[in-house]
């Protein structure tokens, strides 16, 4: 049983940062990846970034290439992921998830554990 927790969103201005969390608890062999996904009201769930948790090798949506910074700390089992020079268009509840597998690919399909999301509005 592998149960993930997210927290740090929040309300910011475009332009600003926040630095999201996701705590797993449970078995944590440490032969898998997990990425972070994001939803908008009325949006289908897309890929923002995942890492590899042994070898630290990550992946980033174009979108969010140079802005974001996924990492995570394997003796905390915390997964986070840096948001910086955010924009409106970031808004949407973002879930922290875990695959099995230890490539960090963007298939959400390849994810089996998902948090139950932390709220970040970036206000124009």
């Known amino acids: 049983q592998v149960q993930l927790q997210e927290s740090g969103g929040g309300l910011v201005q475009a332009g600003g940062s926040l630095q999201l969390s996701c705590a797993a608890s449970?078995?944590?062999?440490?032969?898998?990846?997990m990425g972070w996904f994001r939803q908008a009201p009325g949006r289908e769930r897309e890929f923002v970034a995942a890492?590899?948790?042994?070898?630290?090798?990550?992946s980033y949506a174009d979108s969010v290439k140079g802005r974001f910074t996924i990492s995570r700390d394997s003796a905390k089992n915390a997964l986070y992921l840096q948001m910086n020079s955010l924009e409106p268009e970031d808004s949407a509840v973002y879930y922290c998830?875990?695959?099995?597998?230890?490539?960090?690919?963007?298939?959400?399909?390849?994810?089996?554990?998902w948090g139950q999301g932390t709220q970040v509005t970036v206000s124009s």
């Open positions: 449970g078995r944590a062999f440490g032969t898998f990846a």
């Open positions: 998830a875990r695959k099995r597998n230890p490539w960090p690919t963007k298939d959400l399909g390849e994810y089996n554990y």
């Open positions: 890492i590899s948790w042994l070898s630290g090798s990550t």
